[in-house]
């Protein structure tokens, strides 16, 4: 059965740095996410890409993220400047086209990249 | 007002009983509605889409009430394999929108 793939598992850095965290969508998906969980609390959306181009963020999606798509399988999330508060679990998801009344909304989650900022 | 809000729980029940878990959310604009579950520290896993009609797949059914904002899952005859945290999660699907909304979630142990 087709996954997400996220790399690393766990990432550990130093307040300041930057740090690139991957993403392999499901192949034939064309609609890519990140989300992020913060210990104990609930999963938290930052952005959708669709299309070469950010579709959707929220407002925890200031400057200091970015998203990219390199290639035609890789999908990153950076942080440019990392805060404390940035630990979290990072989850990439993605999601086929979607059609009327089908259900390929559905979206289907990595199993998440540790982020610890210390 | 929370925008999709679930009791935390955690409901411990045990093995062959059957659990329900609510949930409300508050954007009338939601169009698509999930139930995923997440184990400790692992990545939500979707469950099942929720539809208008409502749905069933195998020991698990999910119900939508669209007027009260409100959605239901039922699960019967559980299992110690079903002890995990169930979260209710919504989306506006305007376009260019599919953000989902996630509840904080229930949890569930299920005990021998």
């Known amino acids: 059965e087709p996954e997400v793939t996220q790399t690393p598992s766990h990432q550990v850095t130093q307040m300041g740095q930057e740090v690139i965290l991957r993403c392999v969508p499901i192949s034939n998906h064309l609609y890519f996410y990140w989300y992020r969980q913060i210990l104990g609390q609930k999963v938290e959306f930052l952005v959708s890409f669709y299309n070469n181009e950010i579709s959707e963020k929220s407002e925890i999606f200031d400057d200091q993220f970015s998203v990219e798509r390199p290639d035609g399988s890789n999908f990153t999330l950076k942080i440019r400047s990392t805060k404390l508060e940035d630990s979290a679990m990072y989850f990439c998801a993605s999601s086929g086209r979607g059609t009327s009344g089908g259900t390929t909304y559905e979206q289907y989650f990595g199993p998440g990249t540790r982020l610890t900022v210390t | 007002r929370k925008e999709v809000e679930q009791d935390p729980g955690p409901f411990n029940v045990p093995e062959g009983a059957t659990v329900a878990f609510n949930c409300t959310y508050s954007?009338?604009?939601?169009?698509?509605f999930f139930w995923y579950r997440q184990d400790c520290r692992k990545e939500p896993k979707l469950l099942m889409s929720?539809?208008?009609s409502g749905n069933e797949d195998g020991r698990f059914t999910a119900q939508l009430n669209r007027a009260s904002q409100y959605i239901s899952l039922l699960i019967r005859d559980s299992k110690l394999s079903d002890s995990a945290t169930y979260l209710c999660?919504?989306?506006?699907?305007?376009?260019?929108?599919?953000?989902?909304?996630f509840g904080s979630g229930t949890r569930l142990q299920v005990q021998p």
């Open positions: 929720v539809y208008s």
């Open positions: 999660v919504v989306s506006s699907l305007d376009t260019g929108r599919r953000a989902l909304t």
């Open positions: 954007n009338s604009a939601s169009q698509s």
